[in-house]
């Protein structure tokens, strides 16, 4: 086993995640390389497995690139992992593999647990195609026009998020992307795992509830229609409700407003480039 570099998928919540085979790796390993050397000591700890580690992460990632691909040269078997997942996959590792391809070090995938696929498989939102963009940017307005950018994509869209940004992206998703399908799926294969389906502004509601969220997210967003609505979606919500419940129109707005994750003020400025739009650019 020497003289190779080994990226190790590891368990992303539930410590029983692992392959017989990473286990095997992991305990013949002369080095491994782990972003936070106190997570990955927790699951060397479980599996009784005493090896040397050393931080690798996106802060360090260019230099010690450099020091495991000389290692691994010199004929040390190097074992990379990540806090949770697949290494490279949103996480560091890319560095130490294009750099180890480059001075014809081996390098050896052993698969296993990714967040992205884990919850595709049970997000109920179609399978066959999908479009990983790792996390999103934090700023609004870059995340906005990046959002913007995949309107058309009729690929499932997967992110990863930040807790702390989750209901600011779900707005920016109900107001970008309109009421397409979206899932929350947060603190996968842990004791409180969890999975919110529906729009985005009805599942922000639910989270907006919560006095706090916690955990790994990991968001889908269901793919673009294949043809154009029929109508927009405020202005067709705001038409429905008029229609079925009897709502004047500006009780309606407020309503469909609130579905929308929009203030008022936000919800009567779309609803009248909707209907200008709808009326190729005329008004009235």
Known sequence: MAGVIYVVATPIGNLEDI?????????QADLVACEDTRRTRILLDHYQIRKPVISYHEHNEAARAEELVRRAAEGACIVVVSDAGLPA?????????????ARGVPVVPLPGPVAA??????????CEAFRFGGFLPPKRGRRRRLLEALAAETA????YESPRRILDTLHD???VLGARP?????????VHEEFLRGPAAVVRAELSRRPAIQGEITLLIGRAAASPAPAPALAGRVEELIRVQRLDK???L???AREHGLSKREAYRQLQQEIHNRNGGQDG
């Open 89 to 101: 996959i949103a996480d560091a590792g890319y560095r130490v593999v294009t750099l180890a391809i």
């Open 156 to 159: 499932t869209l997967i992110f």
């Open 173 to 175: 998703v109900a107001q």
């Open 117 to 126: 696929e884990t919850a595709l498989a049970v997000s109920g939102l179609p």
């Open 182 to 190: 979206v899932v929350v799926a947060r603190e996968m294969t842990k």
């Open 250 to 252: 500006m009780s309606a």
């Open 254 to 256: 407020k309503q469909a």
């Open 19 to 27: 392959t017989l085979r990473a286990l095997r790796v992991l305990k």
